[in-house]
């Protein structure tokens, strides 16, 4: 059972922020990666669409023989992971904006959050404001668009830089010195973001923080790779487009990836 694969999903290539840092922290275990591209962005689309396709991703991976499922979107994480937990039975991790490390954080008081609408309009971010945000002034903003350029690979174009812009104004125009990053697409757009804000300003997201819960969700269960061994990389994706595979190696980075890369129907 140990040896069995982590499947980790997104809405397109924005999750792979996330399994690079699953990939740190648990160097031996078998992973596989879906970027459900071919239907992104799913911060546009209703809840019962996204839980109809992390449902028929879910599957999937149990096909695989996951031993357990990392909803490496939030947007995703908000619509379907209740349902997701409610009729599979596995560790199944979410993702979830940053706003109780960046309340931990800020010194004046003043969070900024970017993410997608979908996001934004759920139930499980306005509990997080209720739970964390009492103290705080939580400056939200809608990027709709960005998560397109990510997907596109433009992480330094003129178009993308435009869209920043107008997203960022209103956050440091109300004096932010803390951003969330509320989307896993986005924090291929740091070091953008960090040439476009003064130095003050932290950027946070959850990547690192849900890897370090994953390995100890897997250890609490028995699960854990612990052969020492250097595990596996499967990455799949349904987009059609001539470069996705090129964008999903540019992303990861580094001149020789430690991935099988596919197409898969789904």
């Known amino acids: 059972m140990n040896t069995k694969s982590i499947g980790v999903f997104d809405s397109g290539v924005g999750g792979l922020s996330v399994l690079r840092h699953i990939r740190s922290a648990l160097p031996s275990e078998n992973l ?22 992390s449902v028929r ?18 947007t995703a994480t908000a619509a379907a992971i209740s349902h997701l937990r409610h009729h599979y039975a596995l560790p199944i991790l979410g993702m979830e904006p ?29 509990a997080l ?20 350029c990510v997907e596109r690979g433009e992480l330094d174009s003129l178009s993308t830089r ?4 107008g997203y960022l104004k209103p956050l440091l125009d109300h004096g932010v010195d803390t951003i969330v990053l509320g989307c896993t697409h986005y924090p291929f757009l740091k070091p953008l973001i960090e040439s476009m804000i ?27 790779d612990e052969s020492g061994r250097k595990g596996s990389i499967r990455i799949g ?14 992303l990861w980075g580094g001149e020789d990836p430690p991935f099988e890369l596919q197409s898969v129907s789904l």
């Open 162 to 165: 435009s869209l920043l812009k």
């Open 57 to 74: 991703i879910a599957d999937f991976m149990l096909e695989q023989q996951c031993k357990s499922l990392v909803v490496a979107c939030n």
């Open 98 to 126: 940053a706003v109780k490390p960046a309340a931990a954080v800020t010194r004046t008081g003043v969070v900024g959050v970017l993410a997608t609408v979908g996001t934004l309009k759920s139930a499980q971010f306005a």
């Open 198 to 224: 003064p130095t003050h300003i932290a950027l946070v997201d959850t990547g690192e923080a849900v890897a370090r819960h994953l390995k100890q969700v897997l250890a609490d269960s028995a699960l854990l």
């Open 32 to 53: 596989i990666y879906f970027a459900d591209s071919l239907h992104a962005p799913y911060g546009n689309k209703t809840p019962e669409f996204i839980i109809e396709r």
């Open 237 to 250: 994706t349904n987009n059609s487009e001539p470069n996705a595979q090129e964008v999903i190696l540019r």
């Open 129 to 148: 404001l209720e739970n964390y945000g009492q103290h705080i002034e939580v400056v939200t903003q809608a990027c709709v668009g960005l998560v397109e």
